[in-house]
């Protein structure tokens, strides 16, 4: 089993920057890739980025490229995407989620934190 808590959310203003964080916890957690993935209804969920187990193998949405750069702390089971430049399209909940496969669909994630909002103003 897999725990997964984001942290690090909220309200900062365009072309301001944020860094999340994804705690993972359970003995597989290492094991997996994680990914982001955000949600501003009535859209729908949407990838963000991923990153392999041992942090060296890095995706991003086209969203995403050139502002946001996803890292990992093996040591400390957490996850980072920095996001630099924000704009306000980037409002949403975002989303860890953990598996076995990195991939850009949601479905082949295993597990998944609660969320944490990011607001852009402008």
């Known amino acids: 089993q897999v725990q997964l808590v984001e942290s690090g959310g909220g309200l900062v203003q365009v072309g301001g920057s944020l860094r999340l964080s994804c705690a993972g916890s359970g003995e597989i957690f290492s094991k997996h890739t994680v990914a982001w993935f955000r949600q501003a209804p009535p859209k729908e969920r949407e990838y963000v980025s991923a990153?392999?187990?041992?942090?060296?193998?890095?995706a991003y949405a086209d969203s995403a490229k050139g502002r946001f750069t996803i890292s990992r702390d093996i040591t400390k089971n957490t996850v980072y995407p920095q996001m630099n430049n924000l704009k306000p399209e980037d409002t949403a909940i975002y989303y860890c989620?953990?598996?076995?496969?990195?991939?850009?669909?949601?479905?082949?994630?295993?597990?998944w934190g609660q969320g944490t909002q990011v607001t852009v103003s402008s």
């Open positions: 989620a953990s598996g076995e496969i990195m991939s850009a669909r949601a479905f082949i994630y295993d597990y």
């Open positions: 990153i392999g187990t041992r942090g060296l193998t890095t």
